[in-house]
């Protein structure tokens, strides 16, 4: 990895389930074959320049730090493998200070200074938001990491797609069903007050009442307060279910303050996993948890049933059983989500295989090609599990897990399938001119 100044569908059901088993045959006919092509088969020694929009710095830090080591392990596996088309793979990497607006300027160095023939990787919702109309202007294909719906809501453009990880409106249709017939009927919410949140707001809030429930308080908090003992008043004293998702640098005093407002006579708890992201679930002052519950996208600690795919790619981003990594446990991963950079890489690599990509000429040929596909089974490729793309709608389907505290351990509880995310589509892309 090079730092950039030093050059350093609709869909239901039958769909999902006909697409997926269809799905490596069709792979392997589009000729997308892990180490088909060596570097010296390719039309041009140039590497393929990759910009990786990284949130170095600013309130998503702590993702980005273990997005570039995912990047550097995935990068590290396809140029081992023979590159993207005979080509190596070189990441050009931008701190865009997890700010919308240097997240823009960042795109413009990517195309106009550093040439790169891609973007990828940002997380936070505003960032995105801020960032993918100048890609569209630029003719710049943006592969964001981000979740949130404005992708599949039709807010951004053709040039912007999320392949490799699920949207919150998926993630919570999963997971409202679990919450309603386990934890509880009456739900107070604890969410960050930005696009991201705002999502989570209103879609869990429309997926629970389809359940039967209610949510019977919102409290927004600013994504940058360090201190929430203020906000914990405001939950009303019939709650069933606090669910919360918070992100920042605060998580562990979110989660702590939480725990001593409430001591041990707390309501049902269930969080999203972005609240205790790159910190330790045996943290001290975090033993409230105990049995409470919480969405991972990938389980951050092993499974007795792993796939090899997932052990695979856990030694390969270097973290132990517990998610952190090996050479440092007190570096916490945040491995629910950085999994999507190494799954979207491998897209990349896919779709410019399959586009036969030779330079920016063949952008167009690429979002085609990405838009084409359509199951993605599990392999090493993709180790979360089997993912379903709509081409339509830019936006990827896959698995959600439910994990339990026990013993400090988090332990997957339920899995929900593909088929349980899926929504109707709200936009088609492909309608739109490259």
Known sequence: MTHGTKKHTHMNRRTALTGLGAGVGALAAAGVVPGSLGFAQAQSSAPIKIGFQKHATGIGAAYGRWYGATTDAAVKRI???GGINGRPVEVVVEDDATDPGRGAEVLEKFATQHECDVAFGALFSHVV????PRAGELKLPYFVVSEGHHVAGGMLNRYTLQPGITDVKSQVQSMAPFVANNLGKKVTMIYPDFAFGHDHRDF???????QGGEVIAKIAVPPTETTFTRYFPNIPRDTDVIYHVMVGPAVLTFVKELGEFFGPNRPELFGFIDSL????????????LEGSYFWEGMPRHAQANDTEFQKNYRAAVGCNDRGAAVDDPSNVSTYAHMFGCWETLNIIKAGMESAN???????PKLIEAVEAMSALPASDDYPQ????????????FGQQYISKVTDGTLVVEHTASIEDGLYEDEVDYTTQSL
């Open 357 to 363: 990509y030779q330079g920016p000429q063949d952008r």
């Open 385 to 396: 599990g089997d993912k379903l793309f709509n081409g339509k709608t830019h936006q990827t």
């Open 277 to 288: 992201e790159a910190v330790d679930i045996k943290s001290p002052g975090l033993e409230f």
């Open 204 to 210: 869990f809030s429309e997926a629970i009442e389809a």
């Open 129 to 132: 938001i801020g960032s993918a």
């Open 79 to 81: 140029n081992d493998n």
